[in-house]
């Protein structure tokens, strides 16, 4: 069964820095793109981030480029988000999940989710 | 990017019928047929409902369906049940490879 776990949230200050990782299991990780889906205090779901399964394609919401970079290791089934210069607004629960195909589709694996903070 | 229009809310009685409706652009659900549709129960993790506009992924219930035209999509929960409460995202890939969401509905069956 496929399965991605988070960890990597926490309290940090503004203009700090936070990396998030994700563990994926039971699927061939090279062979899906990958995602950042977030969600701030009483709002929706909000799209971050996608790396394609082998990693030479990145896109990024426009409120975080610039800040955020995604990456995945392969020896390690793990998708990373390197997350500098944070701001308040950043403040969400941040999921990674897994595409259906290479780049485009939908997201048919989720994790739990990891709380990343930015406050003072 | 703007996020996709949804009603905030919506409800039915056990056993109705409710449709919930999803407003993008001809840049991303009239331009694509990936429009896919979640449902969250705050807490935990989103799980796909329909995927590729009507496509129900194995082990989702067949009183779920979803639709598309122009600009608009569509899931309907057929035979409401009380564990259907919850919100529901749609969400599609857009033109400038870049995925958006909903604004999300919350669905409380009464």
């Known amino acids: 069964e496929a399965q991605l776990v988070e960890s990597g949230g926490g309290l940090v200050q503004p203009g700090g820095s936070l990396r998030l990782s994700c563990a994926a299991s039971?699927?061939?990780?090279?062979?899906?793109?990958m995602s950042w889906v977030r969600q701030a205090p009483g709002k929706g779901l909000e799209w971050v981030s996608t790396?394609?399964?082998?990693?030479?394609?990145?896109d990024y919401t426009d409120s975080v480029k610039g800040r955020f970079t995604v990456s995945r290791d392969y020896s390690k089934s793990t998708l990373y988000l390197q997350m500098n210069s944070l701001k308040a607004e950043d403040t969400a629960i941040y999921y990674c999940?897994?595409?259906?195909?290479?780049?485009?589709?939908?997201?048919?694996?989720w994790g739990q989710g990891t709380v990343v903070t930015v406050s003072s | 990017q703007s996020a996709l229009t949804q009603p905030a809310s919506v409800s039915g009685s056990p056993g109705q019928s409710i449709t919930i409706f999803c407003t993008g652009t001809?840049?991303?659900?009239?331009?694509?047929?990936?429009v896919s549709w979640y449902q969250h129960h705050p807490g935990k993790a989103p799980k796909l409902m329909i995927y590729?506009?009507?496509n129900r992924p194995s082990g989702v219930s067949n009183h779920f369906s979803g639709s598309k035209s122009g600009n608009t999509a569509s899931l309907t929960i057929s035979g409401l049940q009380a564990d259907d409460e919850a919100d529901y995202y749609c969400?599609?890939?857009?033109?400038?490879?870049?995925?958006?969401f909903g604004t999300g509905t919350k669905v409380t069956v009464l």
């Open positions: 999940a897994k595409l259906r195909g290479t780049y485009f589709g939908a997201f048919d694996v």
């Open positions: 039971g699927f061939a990780f090279r062979d899906y793109a």
């Open positions: 790396i394609s399964g082998s990693g030479g394609n990145t």
């Open positions: 001809s840049s991303d659900v009239g331009g694509y047929e990936y």
């Open positions: 590729d506009v009507s």
């Open positions: 969400s599609s890939f857009t033109g400038s490879s870049t995925y958006v």
